[in-house]
């Protein structure tokens, strides 16, 4: 069997993966620009970048590097920039390991690709047409359209995965100052907003990954991503004020309310995330695949897990 190459391996779920595969001793190999013990340093990820030493013996890529949404865009042309990072590179990667003999190539996408909202009770499915809103999920979007195209032509085998937010031990970001707000036990003000939100476990996602490797009906696929039980802004806050040991407390303001400050402060597309619905359903996923999302957020060890780092 050879090896699994993974890209970013320094990331959040690149590092978990790597755990996650040592763990059931699948042999694989860790690059990123990052150096850090036990991982294979690249210089970068670029459109011209050289792979052929790295590819030797390797049997499948999980390409989870990219340049990711930020939330202070400061590039004069964003979407140029993450075309770079996210098309060109991961196209370059693609093509040469084609010709390296590598047979499947996992890229990690984004539910961004679908959109960035749900009408509620209608969840995203696979099957939807890709409706990016901004530049990360527009680069996604062509990424994966020209990958398909590429395996075909190349006889590469592509497999597409699509999360929402991942969440789990170390995660940063967003999630993190959610749980900042909880652990100072600052009030919800949330409890009047009845919208509901995908999420994935890291634990659940990196199962997911290992399993696309080898799956004979995960080739030239998309799939979708979550833990398959999903939380409103309010739900997910009281889950984490408890399990940072404080009292759940809560404030309730009108939704209206909430995003008209926030059109005011400047933080409308912030507010969004945490007002609106964003549902995943991940049926062809789990039938498919025969896999069921291991972690589940109703078991309230999985938040106090989150706490246990710090």
Same mark, same amino acid.
């Given at each position: 069997?050879?090896?699994?190459? @993974?890209?970013?391996?320094?990331?959040?779920?690149?590092?978990?993966? *790597?755990?996650?595969? $040592?763990?059931?001793?699948?042999?694989?190999?860790?690059?990123?620009?990052?150096?850090?013990?036990?991982?294979?340093?690249?210089?970068?990820?670029? !459109?011209?970048?050289?792979?052929?030493?790295?590819?030797?013996?390797?049997?499948?890529? /999980?390409?989870?590097?990219?340049?990711?949404?930020?939330?202070?865009?400061?590039?004069?042309?964003?979407?140029?920039?993450?075309?770079?990072?996210?098309?060109?590179?991961? *196209?370059?990667?693609?093509?040469?390991?084609?010709?390296?003999?590598?047979?499947?190539?996992?890229?990690?996408?984004? @539910?961004?690709?679908?959109?960035?909202?749900? $009408?509620?009770?209608?969840?995203?499915?696979?099957?939807?047409?890709?409706?990016?809103?901004?530049?990360?999920?527009?680069?996604?979007?062509?990424? $994966?359209?020209?990958? *398909?195209?590429?395996?075909?032509?190349?006889?590469?085998?592509?497999? /597409?995965? =699509?999360?929402?937010?991942?969440?789990?031990?170390?995660?940063?970001?967003?999630?993190?100052?959610?749980?900042?707000?909880?652990?100072?036990?600052?009030?919800?003000?949330?409890?009047?907003?009845?919208?509901?939100?995908?999420? @994935?476990?890291?634990?659940?996602?990196? &199962? %997911?990954?290992?399993?696309?490797?080898?799956?004979? &009906?995960?080739?030239? =696929?998309?799939?979708?991503? !979550?833990?398959?039980?999903?939380?409103?802004?309010?739900?997910? %806050?009281?889950?984490?004020? /408890?399990?940072?040991? =404080?009292?759940? =407390? !809560?404030?309730?303001?009108?939704?209206?309310? *909430?995003?008209?400050?926030?059109? @005011?402060?400047?933080?409308?597309?912030?507010?969004?995330?945490?007002? $609106?619905?964003?549902?995943?359903?991940?049926?062809?996923?789990?039938?498919?695949?025969?896999?069921?999302?291991?972690?589940?957020?109703?078991?309230?060890?999985?938040?106090?897990?989150?706490? &246990?780092?710090?």
């Amino acid at each position: 069997m050879g090896r699994t190459l @993974i890209t970013g391996a320094s990331g959040f779920v690149g590092a978990h993966l *790597l755990s996650t595969m $040592e763990s059931r001793g699948l042999p694989k190999v860790g690059v990123s620009r990052q150096r850090n013990s036990g991982l294979i340093t690249v210089p970068s990820y670029e !459109s011209t970048s050289t792979w052929r030493a790295l590819l030797q013996d390797v049997n499948a890529i /999980i390409h989870l590097a990219a340049r990711v949404h930020v939330m202070h865009e400061t590039a004069p042309d964003a979407l140029s920039e993450f075309r770079q990072a996210n098309v060109a590179s991961t *196209l370059n990667l693609a093509r040469q390991a084609a010709a390296a003999g590598v047979r499947r190539f996992v890229f990690v996408s984004s @539910i961004k690709v679908n959109g960035e909202r749900t $009408e509620a009770g209608k969840p995203f499915t696979a099957r939807d047409l890709r409706h990016p809103q901004d530049p990360y999920g527009i680069s996604k979007a062509e990424a $994966e359209v020209q990958l *398909l195209a590429l395996g075909l032509q190349l006889g590469l085998e592509i497999t /597409i995965v =699509r999360p929402p937010l991942v969440y789990g031990a170390g995660v940063r970001g967003n999630f993190r100052r959610m749980m900042n707000w909880a652990a100072r036990g600052l009030p919800s003000i949330f409890p009047m907003v009845r919208n509901k939100r995908s999420l @994935i476990h890291v634990s659940n996602l990196c &199962d %997911l990954l290992i399993e696309t490797l080898h799956h004979p &009906d995960a080739v030239n =696929r998309v799939f979708l991503a !979550s833990d398959g039980h999903d939380l409103s802004t309010h739900e997910l %806050l009281t889950a984490l004020t /408890i399990a940072a040991g =404080r009292q759940p =407390r !809560s404030i309730p303001v009108p939704t209206f309310a *909430l995003q008209r400050a926030a059109r @005011i402060a400047g933080w409308e597309q912030g507010m969004a995330r945490l007002t $609106e619905n964003l549902q995943v359903d991940i049926t062809d996923t789990c039938n498919t695949l025969n896999w069921r999302p291991m972690v589940s957020p109703h078991d309230k060890t999985v938040w106090a897990s989150l706490f &246990d780092e710090q």
